[in-house]
């Protein structure tokens, strides 16, 4: 089974960026579609971005749609999610996770599924 260490978050200014980075390991990295979810206090999980086993295929939630850009390197066994443009709505603990496989759009939502990370927070002031 395929262990995820995510790294990379923490404080930042609204307007800032942050680059996320998931490190896999123990499994066959380029047969999992990738996707990030973030939980918020008292929130449920939510999805933030996804991108297939490929890299040609990408999802994203309309609320980060044209300021994160989730890339892979199939190479690194690695999947990163660039934000600009933050927002303190951003703020949250940022989650990966590996899903074996592939399908559409709903597939690639569906948070019952797949390896998790621990997490790490971002938080975003204002």
């Known amino acids: 089974q395929v262990q995820l260490v995510e790294s990379g978050g923490g404080l930042v200014q609204a307007g800032g960026s942050l680059r996320l980075t998931c490190a896999a390991s123990?499994?066959?990295?380029?047969?999992?579609?990738m996707r990030w979810f973030r939980q918020a206090p008292g929130k449920e999980r939510e999805f933030v971005a996804a991108i297939s086993y490929s890299g040609l295929y990408t999802n994203y939630a309309d609320s980060v749609k044209g300021r994160f850009t989730i890339s892979r390197a199939n190479a690194e066994n690695t999947v990163y999610l660039q934000m600009n443009s933050l927002k303190p709505e951003d703020t949250a603990v940022y989650y990966c996770?590996?899903?074996?496989?592939?399908?559409?759009?709903?597939?690639?939502?569906?948070?019952?599924?797949?390896?998790w990370g621990q997490g790490t927070q971002v938080t975003v002031s204002s």
């Open positions: 996770n590996a899903r074996a496989g592939t399908g559409g759009s709903s597939w690639y939502r569906n948070a019952d599924f797949g390896s």
């Open positions: 123990g499994g066959t990295f380029s047969t999992y579609g």
